[in-house]
């Protein structure tokens, strides 16, 4: 089987997590300062606070930027649940507007008829879906137009670039994530870079029990923490994710050029300008064959996933809280046709040609 993700750890994570484990500092301490400052100027930001997970990271940002209980925000259906919910957490509430149908990301155009619609709203969460960013330049156009606040969801776009500018620093916060399936890992893990120094301070006292000193609180915070074994991790793969991020644009390329003219696949969209890094190589099967195609890939060695197989407002949750269905009828769509196949920088040439050879012998 070839695995649809594939963590790479080597000699250097093993020596830096044994160096903070010798030393016997666990918890916060000095490899995740040193981590903080690797990532956030790998980034391209001024400030960054790593924190436990990319969720803790979107719900740290919102309350950074002073999302408060009955705010609105307008964010994506189309994308991981916690978005969504890192706004529910602030006491406000989602908006959903639909998606571009050849990025799959939020459309700006969907967004402000949103703004024309509803009054205050007080922020957008666009997220950089499959590694792919948004389309920034309207987004940041609304932003002037409507006063809002735009927070960008990196957590699977780790250096990816909007027209030279690196993801996360060009909204107001940008949140990541280093989960285990990330474009790099602590295991669990989280970071907010932004280029405000006072949304960096807020930021950094929510995620350590809203502290001004050791023992001192003037606010309510939380422990999101990061460990130093996580960030030492951390530190290692920093060294790596710009080689890696230069394999999986590769091997992007070759299974788009080997699958170009399949008719019942589009292979995935990419603005010019706009740097991917496909944290999935992320695919549309055509004519109703998503299921089948997936059946079959699975039977041939080949693995895959859908990412998302339902919009958020669909979900029992959101159904709960009153969300209608058929907010975002291209999101809907979209559901219905995406699947992701391997793309990690652990492949082969053989395993790329043997991906291509396979999806090739589909029989529809």
Wanted: aromatic letters at 8%; glycine letters at 8%; hydrophobic letters at 35%.
């Amino acid at each position: 089987m070839i695995p649809l993700v594939k963590p790479i750890f080597g000699k250097k994570e093993k020596q830096l997590i044994n160096e903070v484990i010798d030393s016997g500092i666990v918890a916060s301490g000095k490899s995740v300062e040193q981590f903080e400052k690797t990532f956030t100027k790998l980034s391209g930001a001024k400030y960054g606070t790593v924190c436990s997970s990319g969720t803790t990271a979107l719900h740290a940002a919102l309350l950074a930027c002073g999302i408060k209980p009955g705010d609105k925000v307008i964010t994506t259906p189309f994308t991981f649940i916690a978005t969504s919910n890192s706004i529910l957490y602030c006491g406000a509430k989602p908006l959903f507007a639909d998606i571009d149908e050849k990025t799959f990301n939020i459309d700006p155009k969907s967004v402000e008829k949103i703004l024309k619609k509803e009054k205050n709203i007080k922020a957008v969460i666009c997220v950089h879906l499959y590694g792919l960013p948004c389309d920034m330049g309207e987004l940041l156009k609304l932003k002037k137009k409507y006063k809002f606040i735009l927070i960008e969801d990196c957590c699977q776009a780790h250096l990816a670039k909007y027209k030279n500018k690196t993801v996360g620093s060009i909204g107001d916060a940008g949140c990541f994530s280093f989960y285990a399936t990330k474009n790099m890992t602590t295991g669990e893990g989280g970071a907010v870079l932004t280029n405000n120094s006072k949304t960096d301070k807020l930021t950094k006292k929510i995620v350590n029990h809203g502290r001004m000193a050791h023992y001192g609180h003037d606010m309510l915070g939380y422990n999101f923490r990061l460990t130093n074994v996580a960030a030492a991790m951390g530190l290692a793969q920093c060294e790596k994710i710009q080689s890696w991020t230069k394999q999986r644009i590769a091997n992007a390329k070759k299974l788009s050029d080997g699958l170009k003219n399949i008719d019942f696949i589009e292979t995935p969209f990419v603005p010019k300008g706009y740097t991917h890094v496909y944290h999935q190589y992320t695919v549309r099967i055509k004519n109703g064959l998503r299921d089948k195609f997936m059946k079959y890939l699975q039977e041939n060695g080949i693995g895959c996933g859908i990412h998302y197989p339902e919009v958020i407002y669909k979900q029992p949750l959101y159904q709960k809280l009153g969300y209608k269905k058929g907010l975002c009828p291209i999101a809907e769509q979209a559901v219905k046709e995406v699947i992701s196949i391997p793309v990690h920088p652990s492949l082969t040439s053989k395993d790329i040609n043997t991906i291509i050879k396979v999806i090739k012998g589909f029989k529809k």
